[in-house]
């Protein structure tokens, strides 16, 4: 019983975070409805959230074993509880800047206690990676959600009302959830075994760490597909509503294509991946979705108002456009593992510090440069630029399989 109370409040913490951390796309299109903000000014709420848990995983990690897992998951909590508590009532762009903010650095507090209260209540590589997967299963099931949840507030009779904002009020509901089984889960506190000066050794070595030729060429990938994937997930609900013509609940909901596909190209492909090696299959995945997006963009032609009435009345492009989620699913995990099999299992903390750190900076990155260009010149061409960090995650592929060719581990 105390493991399932346990497992329970890291699961809902988790759950409830993977609706906030997605919503990004959600409110940037209503945010640029409701504020009348322009896309570039709307595009920097990536970058709040983003930047937010890379800063703070990164510069307090080490110090939360000091004050223990339970009560820096509560502070995430309780901040952001009543920061969905305060932004209806503000309604203003601003609030909506700070809350992400809120959101990025508490979930760079919870993620950190996660992980490790998950070692705490397993006993063996086998529990451990069961429960992990569990856990991320979980934060994939509230990215789903989160797209139906905001849809239902939003009206789509009146697009610039700032009801949708509402739907804060039920997510301070779920934390305050979410905290009471953390308060009541008996989750214990680490030994402080840690030294004072331990943040500025890690920060030394991952600066060392990222001196490495194979390393350089690593986080440059890391940091061109998450551009990619944030740039298209980010502004994949404008592109419906702006490009397709769309309403915007309907924009928001088929937007849930883009994790689904993400979901089952990573399920599938760790399936794949023990009968092929990686290399060919990723250079498959990117041509794949290079093609995608050639042959879906010129298809994305506006719809006449009111004649798309549910999910089934939607053209064929807003399939197609989220389906590059299929293709582009397994990147990420997949040179992440190729990477930490190649070092040392001591060079593996300040790897995942780079990791955190160059895939906030590329998220943020092509959040901003798809909203200039979205702005510019339109959704279709925002989409198009995706093709150019294509061509380049290629081209640093090449080198990465180069310079990691003495390793002698498979990465599945």
């Given at each position: 019983m105390p493991r399932?109370?346990?497992v329970a409040a890291i699961a809902a913490s988790y759950f409830v975070f993977a609706i906030l951390l997605n919503s990004v796309g959600t409110v940037i299109l209503q945010s640029i409805n409701t504020f009348d903000i322009s896309k570039p000014e709307a595009s920097v709420l990536e970058g709040f959230k983003d930047l937010s848990i890379a800063g703070v995983s990164f510069l307090i990690a080490s110090f939360i074993p000091r004050i223990g897992y339970k009560i820096a998951m509560l502070i995430g909590l309780a901040m952001v509880g009543i920061l969905c508590a305060l932004t209806p009532s503000i309604a203003s762009f601003w609030v909506i800047k700070l809350l992400f903010a809120g959101v990025g650095t508490a979930f760079a507090l919870v993620k950190v206690?996660?992980?490790a209260i998950i070692g705490q209540v397993t006993d063996s590589t086998k529990s451990h990676s069961s429960l992990m997967n569990t856990i991320e299963g979980i934060f994939m099931l509230g990215v789903l959600s989160g797209y139906w949840i905001f849809?239902?507030?939003i009206d789509p009779l009146n697009t610039a009302s700032a009801s949708w904002l509402n739907v804060y009020?039920?997510?301070?509901?779920?934390?305050?959830?979410?905290?009471?089984?953390?308060?009541a889960a008996p989750i214990t506190t680490p030994a402080k075994e840690e030294l004072p000066g331990q943040?500025?050794?890690?920060?030394v070595a991952m600066i060392k760490l990222a001196?490495?030729?194979?390393?350089?060429?690593?986080?440059?990938?890391?940091?061109?597909y998450v551009l990619i994937e944030q740039g298209i997930g980010s502004w994949l609900p404008t592109f419906n509503r702006e490009v397709l013509g769309l309403p915007v609940n309907i924009s928001i909901q088929i937007t849930s294509i883009f994790a689904v596909s993400l979901a089952i190209g990573r399920l599938g492909a760790g399936a794949i991946l023990t009968?092929?090696?990686w290399y060919p299959f990723l250079n498959s995945c990117l041509v794949l979705m290079a093609l995608i997006m050639l042959l879906s963009l010129p298809l994305a032609t506006r719809v006449p108002e009111g004649t798309v009435l549910s999910l089934f009345d939607a053209p064929l492009a807003a399939f197609l456009v989220p389906m590059i989620g299929l293709m582009m699913a397994p990147i990420y995990p997949v040179i992440n593992s190729v990477m930490l099999s190649s070092l040392p299992r001591p060079q593996h903390a300040p790897m995942t510090g780079l990791i955190v750190v160059f895939s906030a900076l590329g998220g943020t990155t092509g959040s901003i440069i798809t909203g200039y260009v979205f702005e510019a010149l339109g959704g279709q061409t925002a989409f198009y630029f995706s093709l150019i960090p294509i061509v380049l995650i290629l081209v640093t592929l090449f080198f990465f399989k180069r310079s990691s060719h003495s390793m002698t581990r498979p990465a599945n």
């Open positions: 399932l109370l346990i206690s996660v992980y849809s239902a507030f009020y039920f997510l301070a509901l779920l934390l305050l959830a979410a905290l009471l089984l953390v308060m943040a500025l050794g890690d920060f001196y490495q030729p194979l390393v350089l060429i690593f986080v440059l990938s890391i940091f061109l009968k092929v090696h």
